[in-house]
């Protein structure tokens, strides 16, 4: 078995004004070497690659610290998708940690 993470921040469903920062964490008992999040502007589907927005399919390497991953967002007011999976040195998370969220008016 893979090793599964939790997206911590933001929570499902959550509204919320920006800039913010994602946080997750990496489960147990896997030593993590990479996250993928996948974040999806769901007004016309395209997805951040951390410089733009894509029609292709793009993640991004969010910071690792000890306990949490993070990744700072600034985007604008609408509704987007949020991804993760972790990736040890033998394994990947089956069936990413996922949500959605509305990003608000400050």
Known sequence: NGPVGHILYPTPGEQLPGPFTVRGDYGSGHEIENVRVVLLRLADRKYWDGN???????????????????????????????????QSSDSIQGVPAKLSFRVTED
């Open 52 to 86: 733009e927005w894509t029609s292709d399919w793009s993640y991004i390497n969010p910071s690792l610290g000890s306990d949490e991953w993070e990744l700072e967002v600034d985007v604008e007011p609408g509704d987007y998708f949020l991804s993760s999976r972790l």
